[in-house]
């Protein structure tokens, strides 16, 4: 069975530090990969999209892939309180899919 | 990207009853599917809706318990039968954006069973 596995937290950070949040998957073939933030109360929303190995920025995310170590990570620069949620890793297995395949998430405290 | 609209938002349902979640988009797509997502749980997938054909369930979901209708390319609904307290959860439709790419999600009903 593919896997994708993330650390349940909670990660607590302080405001203006550096989040880093990790994912690993156990299918080497795996193709595709996605982090989505999740409010409590609310519904996952995709933040970022990787495909090929290295970092992949956008503001303050960045989303870093290293296939041969099969894990993907996400840092957040200049964590805000707003940035405290759940982040859920996901990934679209060897041989292609509409569906990936959902970590269970981190939850994510930033305190001021 | 496509604005997803799911109602209703929240329902208190009486053991023994059913619910009907609606999921409408505002364009036409191919791949729509419905998730579960159980108090501090991940998603758990439920089925892909197919347009014109009956919905293809994952292991431990069956028709009888959660009917599904696609009736178009931007509509979905589905049905929670014969509710008791274990189905209190939010139910997500969802939308993909091609294959590897990534699904986008409604806002949820949460669902509560007295």
């Known amino acids: 069975q593919k896997e994708v596995e993330q650390n349940s937290g909670p990660l607590s950070v302080p405001e203006g530090a550096i989040a880093s949040l990790n994912c690993t998957y156990s299918d080497r073939g795996s193709q595709s990969f996605f982090w989505y933030r999740q409010y409590s109360g609310k519904s996952p929303e995709l933040i970022m999209s990787i495909y090929s190995n290295g970092d992949k920025e956008d503001g303050r995310f960045t989303a870093q892939l290293n296939k041969a170590s099969q894990y993907v990570s996400l840092l957040i620069r200049d964590s805000q309180p707003s940035d405290s949620a759940t982040y859920l890793c996901?990934?679209?297995?060897?041989?292609?899919?509409?569906?990936?395949?959902f970590g269970r998430g981190t939850s994510l405290i930033v305190h001021p | 990207s496509a604005v997803i609209s799911q109602k209703p938002s929240r329902d208190i349902c009486q053991r023994g009853t059913s619910l009907t979640i609606q999921c409408q988009v505002d364009s036409q797509v191919t791949m729509m599917f419905w998730y579960r997502q159980q108090p501090g749980q991940s998603l758990t997938l439920i089925a892909t809706?197919?347009?014109?054909?009956?919905?293809?369930?994952e292991s431990g979901f069956v028709i009888d318990k959660f009917p599904i209708s696609r009736p178009n390319l931007t509509f979905s609904t589905l049905t929670v039968s014969n509710m008791s307290p274990e189905d209190s959860s939010i139910y997500l439709c969802?939308?993909?954006?091609?294959?590897?790419?990534?699904?986008?999600f409604g806002d949820g009903t949460r669902l509560s069973i007295l």
């Open positions: 996901a990934v679209c297995v060897s041989g292609g899919s509409y569906i990936p395949t």
């Open positions: 969802s939308i993909s954006d091609g294959y590897n790419q990534p699904q986008h």
């Open positions: 809706a197919n347009q014109g054909s009956e919905a293809t369930y």
